[in-house]
């Protein structure tokens, strides 16, 4: 309830390949924040979809 996540997988992944980038995230053995090259909150979403459109970045995170 106060600790909830979603995971959501790209087009291409099943839950197999799902969970076993969950264990290497939970393993440290994938460092996801250089992954991530932008963070937004609500407010900046149309600026979030204008980067995307031009395939600016790599991942985003969107945060209420």
């Known amino acids: 309830y106060y600790n909830?996540?979603?995971i959501l997988?790209?087009?291409g992944?099943?839950?197999g390949t799902t969970q076993r980038a969950v264990?290497?995230?939970q393993n440290d053995r994938i460092n996801a924040s250089q992954l991530v090259t932008e963070e937004y909150n609500l407010s900046?979403?149309?600026q979030a979809f204008d980067q995307m459109e031009r395939r600016d970045g790599l991942k985003k995170?969107?945060?209420p």
Do not use: H, N, R
């Open 9 to 11: 997988g790209t087009f």
């Open 4 to 6: 909830e996540m979603d």
């Open 44 to 46: 900046q979403l149309p």
């Open 61 to 63: 995170i969107i945060t």
């Open 23 to 25: 264990t290497l995230l």
């Open 13 to 15: 992944s099943t839950l």
